[in-house]
């Protein structure tokens, strides 16, 4: 029994170190900002392209209102 514990106590330590990195990537990961303006510099949104877009991505929910 008591080897059987030993055991189970070593995988739930290996669970908590992988856990420990899994969380510690994502919040060094969150500091990370991905900067757009150099690749959008000068372009110009309408509202109607973004309309345009909404149906598209929503189209389901559009066809709805039909």
């Keep these: ?3 059987y ?4 106590i070593e995988a739930l330590q290996q669970e908590l170190e992988t856990l420990k990195k899994v969380v510690n990537h994502q919040l060094q990961g969150s500091k990370q900002k991905t900067q757009l303006k150099g690749l959008w510099k000068g372009v110009e949104i309408t509202e109607e392209e973004i309309a345009a877009a909404q149906k598209v991505v929503f189209r389901q929910a559009y066809q709805w209102e039909e």
Excluded at 5 to 8: D, N, P, Q, S, W
């Design 1 to 3: 029994m008591s080897e």
């Design 5 to 8: 514990v030993l055991i189970r």
